[in-house]
């Protein structure tokens, strides 16, 4: 049977037959999208298969694209994601709430590299306008070239907005909610098996990304999103900022410390006030021995 997962941020639709109850990918918008084990029901209401249209009581044809019902009465082998309702394999419409039956986007196909966080899962390809990713159906997360990481983090810096304190909170507001603590967990590389170098993304995004230096980094489910909302919002550029401001108040240091000693400013005392109340002594002292 045909089956259609819908994704409940922007509708698109998705053919998930023969995927795992459970599974889970990532939609284009962004959200993830969970593939259902669906039960299949039968319409109360009739709509034309072809386009959608009410059908009229006792016509067994649609009144408005002439389409005959009985057509679609054989191969109810699609299931409707918005309804549940079993539908025609070969309508464009469910018959039951008129939803669109498009399935238009890919899931992907599996590859033999295994997931970092749930090795015994492997690797799902997904293509992304531009980029080819990997995800995991298990836990959602991604696995990111450096070369696609580079071209999406440029994105969002191509539309990053000038720092700004509450915009900025706002912004994050949302992960900072969901987040929680981690057990720490050196995750291996899907492509070399090596241990990942575990690090926080631009040294102050508080996101811990796992990274291999040859072939790519793991992204948890919703870092990615994390990352590039952070970066959008001028978080990277603050950060950088104050990276050069840390940077050359240390240079500063280093340059007295080079020079010499930090001087003193306390007070110098006078040399010649000094010697003359020494010779002053010295004359006493002849006066004495005559």
């Excluded at 298969?49 to 082998?77: H, N, Q, V, Y």
């Excluded at 793991?218 to 401001?245: C, M, N, P």
Aim: glycine share 8%.
């Amino acid at each position: 049977m045909r089956t259609l997962s819908m994704c409940h941020g922007c509708g698109r639709q998705f053919d998930v037959t023969g995927r795992p109850a459970g599974d889970r990918f990532r939609c284009f918008c962004g959200d993830v999208v969970v593939a259902t084990a669906p039960e299949p029901r039968d319409a109360e209401v009739l709509r034309c298969p072809s386009c959608g249209a009410g059908a009229i009581a006792g016509k067994p044809d649609c009144a408005f694209c002439g389409t005959a019902f009985s057509l679609f009465e054989r191969d109810r082998t699609t299931v409707c994601p918005a309804c549940l309702t079993r539908c025609s394999a070969h309508g464009r419409f469910c018959h039951h709430c008129a939803r669109p039956l498009i399935g238009e986007a890919d899931v992907g196909s599996a590859t033999a590299l295994p997931c970092p966080e749930c090795p015994e899962r492997q690797l799902t390809t997904r293509r992304v306008q531009d980029m080819t990713l990997l995800e995991c159906g298990g836990c959602a997360g991604l696995w990111v070239e450096h070369d696609a990481i580079a071209l999406v983090t440029e994105r969002a810096r191509a539309v990053a907005r000038p720092f700004d304190q509450v915009a900025f909170e706002h912004a994050m507001k949302p992960f900072r909610e969901g987040r929680r603590l981690r057990e720490v967990v050196y995750r291996r590389c899907p492509t070399c098996l090596t241990h990942m170098a575990r690090r926080n993304w631009g040294k102050a995004s508080g996101v811990v990304i796992d990274q291999c230096p040859r072939h790519g980094t793991w992204f948890d489910h919703g870092e990615l999103e994390q990352i590039l909302t952070w970066i959008r919002a001028g978080g990277e550029a603050y950060s950088q900022k104050v990276a050069r401001a840390e940077q050359s108040a240390n240079d500063r240091i280093k340059t007295v410390s080079t020079v010499g000693a930090v001087p003193s400013y306390e007070p110098v005392p006078d040399v010649s006030i000094a010697a003359e109340g020494l010779l002053h002594l010295i004359a006493t002292g002849f006066r004495l021995l005559k």
